[in-house]
């Protein structure tokens, strides 16, 4: 069943309800049992998914995220001082749709900032550890529309589940 913007939006909106509520660490399959009653809950959710689906979605826009987050923070670095935060955006949807041939947009930009709002999510380190609360982090797998060797877009920073 196809996956539209609305129902990314409530993924996102669950998986950080749920991260926010634990504490400690939890079985993957626990945290993302959670994740699915929280997105099957939500009244603004516009279909009800299984377990697995909302777990392997979670992972390809999670993976699109992170990479978009990286492409933000290297056009921030640049530190091109009369830009706005809506110009590294605008730039870093550039580059993200050059990185996937020029075909694909990042289609995730109201999801993304979500995350980006998230602290814990956006604290994120290359080794996949939240240091700020010491929780591993979930895999973000390569996905087929990016998964070609050395695209930035298609890497993982990501290395365990929750």
């Known amino acids: 069943m196809h996956w539209t913007d609305a129902d990314f ?12 509520q634990i504490n400690s660490r939890t079985k993957d399959i626990t945290f993302y049992q959670k994740v699915d009653i929280a997105f099957n ?7 009800r998914r299984s377990c697995g689906s909302t777990k392997s979605q979670w992972y390809a826009l999670n993976a699109q995220c ?5 492409i933000i923070a ?9 830009k ?16 996937n041939g020029g075909n694909n947009d990042f289609k995730h930009r ?16 290359d080794d996949g ?5 010491n929780i591993p982090r979930n895999v973000a797998r390569r996905t087929s529309d990016n998964s070609s060797l050395g695209n930035s877009v298609g890497s993982n920073n990501l290395s365990k589940d929750p």
């Open 129 to 133: 550890w939240n240091h700020a609360v």
């Open 74 to 82: 290297q056009e921030r670095f640049k530190n091109r001082s009369r």
């Open 41 to 47: 809950r939500d009244p603004k959710g516009p279909t």
């Open 84 to 99: 706005t935060e809506e110009d590294w955006e605008n730039d870093a949807h550039k580059i993200y749709k050059c990185l």
């Open 9 to 20: 939006t409530c993924l996102v909106t669950a998986w950080v309800t749920t991260f926010v």
């Open 110 to 125: 109201e999801a993304y900032k979500i995350l980006a709002r998230e602290p814990r999510w956006a604290n994120l380190r």
């Open 66 to 70: 992170v990479a978009y987050k990286g």
